[in-house]
């Protein structure tokens, strides 16, 4: 295989997340007097970190101390319901079973509480994937931060390395590590969406990567 070492985005990419995410983005809005967000809403604000989904969902920008509160209410709620709907997507499972047999590196990079992460890897993917981390808040993705890390954890090089993701985050992410990108078509954003945003790859089923590893 042409790379040793494969990174995974998490939500969109490995899980479908979505309803679970926007589920706990309403009850924040319900919590702090504002209209509900509807799933496609919730779809088009992901990406960029819980604080961030949050600034987009709400109506009006909210005082820093508002938000933080808000950020607060979410990380308690998600925590309690981040399993009510969320599952893989067709087809991953069967994919980590090979890259696993075969022996590749792999680990999940997401923006992501870090907890969250490390909870959903152990109840989904804690037989094929033994580093997953949520990125720093300082260093949210696009920051190549916590790919490079993973980096070197796996002490992996720029040229045996590949970033798999489902958003221009994902994208960006990858090309500031100095890695490619192959865009997945099922996640939250869509194959003409990626294919503008610069993927160097756009896959339609979990089947697919594995020509292009």
Same mark, same amino acid.
């Given at each position: ?30 919590? +702090?007097? &504002? ?9 088009? +604000? ?11 969902? +709400? ?14 209410? &979410? ?5 309690m319901h981040m399993n009510d @709907? ?11 079973? @090979?890259?696993?047999e075969k022996e590749l590196n ?18 989904? &993917? ?30 992996? *090089?720029?040229?045996? *390395?590949?970033?798999? %993701?489902? #958003? ?16 997945? #078509?099922?996640? +939250?954003? %869509? ?9 160097? &790859?756009?896959?339609?089923h979990p089947s697919e990567l594995?020509?292009?590893?």
């Open positions: 295989m042409k790379y040793g070492t494969v990174i995974f985005d998490l939500d969109g990419t490995l899980l479908d997340t979505l309803q679970d995410l926007a589920n706990s983005v309403n009850y924040v809005l319900r919590q +702090f007097g &504002f209209p509900e967000r509807s799933l496609s809403e919730v779809r088009s +604000f992901v990406g960029n970190g819980v604080k961030i989904l949050l600034k987009r969902s +709400f109506s009006h920008q909210l005082e820093e101390e508002d938000l933080m509160r808000a950020l607060d209410v &979410f990380r308690k709620h998600y925590a @709907h969320t599952g893989m997507y067709e087809g991953i499972e069967e994919l980590l079973i @090979h890259l696993h792999l680990a999940i990079v997401s923006n992501k509480l870090d907890s969250a992460v490390k909870e959903l890897n152990q109840l989904y &993917f804690k037989k094929y994937v033994p580093l997953a981390v949520g990125t720093p808040p300082e260093r949210k993705k696009p920051d190549p931060y916590s790919v490079q890390e993973v980096m070197k954890h796996y002490n992996s *090089t720029v040229n045996d *390395t590949i970033y798999v %993701g489902d #958003s221009d985050v994902d994208i960006e992410t990858a090309h500031n590590a100095g890695l490619k990108c192959i865009g997945v #078509s099922w996640g +939250f954003r %869509g194959r003409k969406f990626l294919e503008e945003h610069g993927a160097d &790859f756009v896959i339609d594995l020509s292009l590893l």
